[in-house]
C-alpha cells in the first residue's frame, strides 16, 4: 500500500564503487523528485522527471545519474561513489499540473553511508 | 529565486504549551507555500498548504499556519503541544511556474517537547 516507495532503506558501501537506489510510485503522478538530505537536515533538491523526461538538474555532479523507465519509476545510479556522497536520499512524487496545490509525497528515505 | 528561512534550528516548548515555529519568505512570484514533519528516520509528511485561498490555514494534528503577505511571513502554530509533536519541521516554497516546479526547502526546526 505504500505509495512512494524507496529501496534499499539503507546502504553501506566502500569509496568507488557504483550503487543503485530505486523508487517507485502508485498514485498515478507524472513527476517523480530525488532529494538529497544531508547531515544538518538540509534538503535540496537533485532532479525532476515529467513523464520520463528530465525537467530539472540542480548542477549534481555527473557521478549521479537519474533513469526513468516509466513515470511510475525513478531510479537513481550513483558512479564512483564518495565520502561526500554520505546522506539520506529521498524520492518524491507528484502530479505536476497540481504540484504546487498539493505539494508531494515522498518516501521514507534511502540512508547511503559510504565509508 | 525563490527561498525560506526558519528561524530557530531547535524550539523547546512544555507539554501543553504553544508551538510557534517561524518560517519567512523570498519569492518573485506569488508563492505556495507548505509545513512538512519528519518524524526520526521517516520521510516528509504535508501538515498544510497555503495556495492563495484562505491566509489562515489548517493542517493535520491540530496544527495551523497564516500566510502574512506584508510580513513575508508563514509561521507554524499549535495551541498546545504533545509529547507526538517532538519531530523535525520543514518550510518550503514552490516555485509555482508550470513546467518547472520544485519545492524549496528551509533548513528546518526540530521541535522538542518537555514533559
Known amino acids: 500500500d505504500t505509495a512512494v516507495s524507496q529501496t534499499p532503506k539503507y546502504l553501506v558501501t566502500q569509496m568507488g564503487n557504483d550503487k543503485s537506489i530505486k523508487c517507485e510510485q502508485n498514485?498515478?503522478?507524472?513527476?517523480m523528485y530525488w532529494y538529497k538530505q544531508d547531515s544538518k537536515k538540509f534538503l535540496k533538491i537533485m532532479f525532476s522527471?515529467?513523464?520520463?523526461?528530465?525537467?530539472i538538474n540542480e548542477t549534481v555532479p555527473n557521478r549521479f545519474s537519474p533513469k526513468s523507465p516509466d513515470k511510475a519509476h525513478l531510479n537513481l545510479h550513483i558512479n564512483s561513489l564518495e565520502l561526500g556522497d554520505s546522506a539520506v536520499y529521498f524520492c518524491?512524487?507528484?502530479?505536476?499540473?497540481?504540484?504546487?496545490?498539493?505539494?508531494?509525497?515522498f518516501g521514507s528515505g534511502t540512508r547511503l553511508t559510504v565509508v | 529565486a525563490q527561498s525560506v528561512t526558519q528561524l530557530g534550528s531547535h524550539v523547546s516548548v512544555s507539554e501543553g504549551a504553544l508551538v510557534l515555529l517561524r518560517c519567512n519568505y523570498s519569492s518573485s512570484v506569488p508563492p505556495y507555500l507548505f509545513w512538512y514533519v519528519q518524524y526520526p528516520n521517516q520521510g516528509l509528511q504535508l501538515l498544510l498548504k497555503?495556495?492563495?485561498?484562505?491566509?489562515l490555514v489548517k493542517g493535520i494534528n491540530g496544527f495551523e499556519a497564516e500566510f502574512k503577505k506584508s510580513e513575508t511571513s508563514f509561521h507554524l502554530t499549535k495551541p498546545s503541544a504533545h509529547m507526538s509533536d517532538a519531530a523535525e519541521y520543514f518550510c518550503?516554497?514552490?516555485?509555482?511556474?508550470?513546467?518547472?516546479?520544485?519545492?524549496?526547502f528551509g533548513t528546518g526546526t526540530r521541535l522538542t517537547i518537555i514533559p
Open positions: 522527471y515529467n513523464n520520463k523526461e528530465l525537467i
Open positions: 497555503y495556495t492563495s485561498a484562505a491566509t
Open positions: 518550503a516554497v514552490s516555485d509555482n511556474h508550470f513546467g518547472n516546479e520544485k519545492l524549496t
Open positions: 518524491a512524487s507528484s502530479r505536476l499540473s497540481t504540484a504546487s496545490n498539493y505539494g508531494y509525497t
Open positions: 498514485l498515478g503522478h507524472d513527476t
